[in-house]
């Protein structure tokens, strides 16, 4: 069973930063594109950040020049720094990662369970 397990999430203060920090485990074989999604109440998951396996990056434009994402290929880890935050950015935030459980080139998506983020105004 492939776990996602996210860290780091909590309460900031506009201006305020965070980082957070997801661990990939389990019956992995591969791991391709790495991230993280957010949800803010009443709003549909919303892609945050995106990081391939070769390190090329896609941010949401609200979160462009505030955001940093990056990952550790080897302990299959991803961070996402998330500095200058504003009440906008208040969301349950979701790792995500494109995996195979073996070689047969089938790459699933996997969301964790999520970590809150609130930043206060």
């Known amino acids: 069973q492939v776990q996602l397990v996210e860290s780091g999430g909590g309460l900031v203060q506009v201006g305020g930063s965070l980082r957070l920090s997801c661990a990939a485990s389990?019956?992995?074989?591969?791991?391709?594109?790495m991230g993280w999604y957010r949800r803010a109440p009443g709003n549909q998951r919303e892609l945050v950040a995106l990081?391939?396996?070769?390190?090329?990056?896609n941010y949401a434009d609200s979160v462009k020049g505030r955001f940093t994402i990056s990952r550790d290929n080897a302990k299959n880890t991803v961070a996402l720094q998330m500095n200058t935050l504003k009440p906008e950015d208040t969301a349950v935030y979701y790792c995500?990662?494109?995996?195979?459980?073996?070689?047969?080139?089938?790459?699933?998506?996997?969301w964790g369970q999520g970590t809150q983020v609130t930043v206060s105004s």
């Open positions: 990081i391939s396996s070769g390190g090329s990056t």
């Open positions: 389990g019956r992995i074989f591969s791991i391709n594109a």
């Open positions: 995500y990662a494109v995996l195979a459980s073996d070689g047969s080139s089938s790459w699933y998506n996997h």
